[in-house]
């Protein structure tokens, strides 16, 4: 009889482990929402709010100033400079 509750015991606990290493991390992926970035729900005036607070920032370490900066350019607000860009890039 001791056998048989050794045998549930380890069954058990290697139902548990299999659980927790494969089907929780999936659950958990699936439970975040879709990212939407940023830009699409910037305005104008947020964006230049942003440029000015984040002005010692650069545009390449900072996400909040490169999304402003992408909202002020889809506005036609900032025309980047092609000689820049091709650096940037």
């Known amino acids: 009889m001791t056998d048989?509750?050794?045998?549930?015991?380890v069954?058990?606990?290697v139902a548990v482990l299999l659980i927790i290493?494969?089907?929780l991390p999936a659950v958990i992926a699936k439970a975040d929402p879709p990212q939407e970035?940023?830009?699409?729900r910037m305005t104008v005036d947020i964006a230049h709010h942003v440029?000015?607070?984040?002005?010692p920032c650069?545009?390449?370490?900072c996400p909040d100033k490169r999304d402003a900066y992408g909202?002020?350019?889809a506005a036609g607000v900032i025309v980047p400079d092609?000689?820049?860009e091709r650096y940037v890039r």
């Open 58 to 61: 650069s545009v390449s370490d």
């Open 11 to 13: 069954t058990g606990a």
């Open 4 to 9: 048989h509750v050794s045998v549930l015991v």
């Open 82 to 84: 092609q000689r820049v």
């Open 71 to 73: 909202t002020l350019v």
């Open 37 to 40: 970035p940023v830009t699409d």
């Open 51 to 55: 440029m000015r607070f984040h002005a």
């Open 21 to 23: 290493v494969y089907a």
